[in-house]
């Protein structure tokens, strides 16, 4: 049974900064490409950061381009999205994903698997 397991979320003002992590189990982590993406209430669930299956290549939306780093540790089944200089509008659930492919991928339609999400909350 795959399972993705986001965590690192939380309240934080504006300028400031989290990490995400995303513990995957259940496949084998370094043939999947990772994702990140978040979903803003009343808005449909967005691309943000993507890195392929063992980090060599990340691609990034351009609203976060400059202030998000995503990485991967794959001894650890892990994937981190990195979150400074935070702005209001970041405010969202974000959510991790991971494609059967080595490729990395902009599209949910891509992405096999999904985590529950976790709340990240930026304050003015």
């Known amino acids: 049974q795959v399972q993705l397991v986001e965590s690192g979320g939380g309240l934080v003002q504006a300028g400031g900064s989290l990490r995400l992590s995303c513990a995957a189990s259940?496949?084998?982590?370094?043939?999947?490409?990772m994702g990140w993406f978040r979903q803003a209430p009343g808005k449909e669930r967005e691309f943000v950061a993507t890195?392929?299956?063992?980090?060599?290549?990340?691609y990034y939306t351009d609203s976060v381009k400059g202030r998000f780093t995503i990485s991967r540790d794959n001894a650890k089944n892990t994937v981190y999205l990195q979150m400074n200089s935070l702005k209001p509008e970041d405010t969202a659930v974000y959510y991790c994903?991971?494609?059967?492919?080595?490729?990395?991928?902009?599209?949910?339609?891509?992405?096999?698997?999904w985590g529950q999400g976790t709340q990240v909350t930026v304050s003015s």
């Open positions: 994903a991971a494609a059967r492919s080595r490729n990395y991928h902009i599209v949910s339609r891509k992405y096999d698997y």
């Open positions: 259940g496949l084998t982590f370094s043939t999947y490409a």
């Open positions: 890195i392929t299956w063992n980090g060599g290549t990340t």
